[in-house]
């Protein structure tokens, strides 16, 4: 595995730079011994690593701790199931690594896992490994989680896809241990986008595991068994009227709700281009629904769902977690130019405070402050978020064989990424870029656009970071 990785950024923003700076600071505190095993907590009072969380976030702060961000991810392969069950959490519970499964609260787990294997140094055996988590998940969800034959998978309680608290699952429970589905609810078993997206994106990653070992016929299998999983969702649960996913519930019926989880598919790259098109053209964008002074409310502020609560739930805050699985999500479909419009939102609902927490109020940008037990900070998926933003801005983020270089206009700054016993540099002006490999200049670039090399410098393409007119 390569050892040290190492990440130093310069701006003369103050506010970024005091984000920044109280992110890294801060984020050593949820760095934590897991039986031996070092691993990035979600922080902010939640003591384990969440499936829908940290496979990603580990993955994100590998540019700065390669260990734990390999860790985050290989503890939910090791603790899989016989069945093929990833556990939903894993905790530390009196000295004991305990996987927890009940519940399976999201999946941001193959896209991170596979770049992980680059970041690592592509270490022996890891792809096996993978491969066949994955390979037994999506078989397990396909045995387990479609209990009416619908063809379409199923969430059964409100942390399967970690919408705490969220009020369209009515009286579906929290958590659910069994291996059946809960009886006498209102909505659940419910037929699910996120966990459509969970096979697709499994099968996605699946195939590109089978490119790399030049197994064409897996990768055909693979791939088409994804595009079957995307027609069923078009076909489904997606809305042609309104442009957005609707779940349907436990009696097939559409539930008719504004929800975000139309982006999370985006994240898991379960729709096709049109569909994210319109989903972002006619809803995400819409300041009426999601495109509030703080953008990306959990449900569309007009919707009659929608509850402005200030504490742990997903009926209507916007949320950090969102803006982290944003970042992948947008750029899957080739929206890089909302990134940094989202992440100085961020930034600046943050403040100088620096005071991390995990909601922020669509209408005031406010942070809830209020989580848990007392006042929150030190939640992880906001700290990465803002280096995450930071990096995909103005400096350096790796993704496969490939590194990406932000050149935003606007602020002076350089951001220097050592990885693998080289170093990626990169110094702005604020009205364009040098960029630099092990000391050798490769490029130089004006302003807010993102440029795509080899590992070597060598420019591949650009992507624009600012809407074309």
Not at 249 to 262: A, G, P, Q
Request: glycine share 8%.
């Amino acid at each position: 595995m390569i050892g040290e990785t190492k990440v130093t950024f310069r701006t003369a923003d103050e506010l970024l730079q005091k984000l920044v700076d109280k992110a890294e600071e801060k984020s050593l505190e949820n760095l934590k011994d897991f039986a031996g095993r070092k691993v990035l907590i979600e922080g902010g009072g939640y003591e384990k690593v969440w499936l829908e969380t940290q496979p990603m976030g580990g993955e994100m702060y590998a540019k700065r701790d390669l260990e734990a961000g390999l860790n985050n991810n290989l503890l939910f392969m090791e603790c899989q199931r016989e069945d093929g069950r990833i556990p939903g959490s894993i905790a530390m519970i009196d000295g004991v690594l305990t996987p927890q499964f009940n519940k399976f609260q999201g999946f941001c787990f193959p896209a991170p896992a596979l770049n992980m294997y680059y970041l690592a140094g592509r270490p022996a055996g890891y792809l096996e490994q993978l491969y066949d988590t994955l390979e037994r998940f999506d078989a397990y969800l396909w045995r387990v989680r479609d209990s009416d034959g619908d063809g379409c998978l199923e969430t059964w309680c409100k942390y399967d896809t970690g919408e705490d608290h969220g009020i369209r699952y009515q009286d579906a429970p929290d958590a659910w241990t069994e291996e059946t589905p809960p009886k006498g609810c209102k909505v659940v078993p419910m037929a699910s986008v996120d966990i459509m997206s969970f096979s697709y994106s499994a099968r996605e990653i699946l195939a590109k595991i089978s490119r790399i070992w030049k197994k064409e016929d897996k990768e055909k299998c693979w791939l088409d068994g994804a595009m079957q999983v995307r027609g069923k969702i078009r076909e489904y649960l997606w809305s042609e009227e309104k442009g957005i996913c609707l779940d349907r519930d436990k009696d097939h019926r559409v539930m008719d709700i504004l929800i975000h989880n139309s982006l999370r598919a985006m994240y898991w790259n379960s729709l096709s281009q049109d569909m994210a098109r319109r989903f972002v053209e006619e809803h995400l964008l819409n300041p009426k629904e999601f495109w509030t002074k703080m953008p990306l409310p959990s449900v569309a502020v007009c919707d009659p769902m929608f509850r402005n609560v200030t504490t742990n739930n997903w009926s209507g805050q916007a949320e950090a977690l969102t803006y982290q699985r944003a970042i992948r999500a947008l750029e899957n479909y080739g929206y890089d130019w909302l990134v940094p419009i989202l992440g100085r939102k961020l930034f600046e609902a943050i403040g100088p405070e620096c005071v991390f927490v995990q909601q922020y109020d669509p209408f005031t940008m406010a942070p809830s402050k209020v989580c848990l037990e007392g006042e929150q900070d030190a939640y992880g998926p906001a700290m990465l978020s803002v280096l995450e933003y930071a990096a995909r801005i103005y400096g350096i983020h790796m993704e496969g064989e490939q590194i990406f270089w932000g050149t935003a206009g606007g602020t002076e700054c350089t951001y220097l990424w050592e990885w693998g016993g080289h170093k990626f540099f990169i110094e702005n002006s604020g009205k364009g870029v040098e960029a630099f490999v092990d000391g050798k200049k490769v490029f130089k670039a004006g302003p807010d656009r993102k440029v795509v090399t080899d590992l070597t410098g060598k420019v591949i393409r650009e992507i624009p970071l600012v809407l074309k007119a």
